[in-house]
C-alpha cells in the first residue's frame, strides 16, 4: 500500500514536470530506503 502511494505520487510529479517538487520528493523517497 505504501508503495502504491509513492507510484501515485511519482506518477503524478512527473504530469506537473515541476524539478524542485521531483527533487524533494526524491530526497524523500532516499532517506525511506
Known sequence: MKRRIM???FKKILEQKEESNFFNWW???????
Do not use: A, I, S, T
Open 7 to 9: 507510484l501515485f505520487k
Open 27 to 33: 530526497g524523500v523517497f532516499l532517506q525511506q530506503v
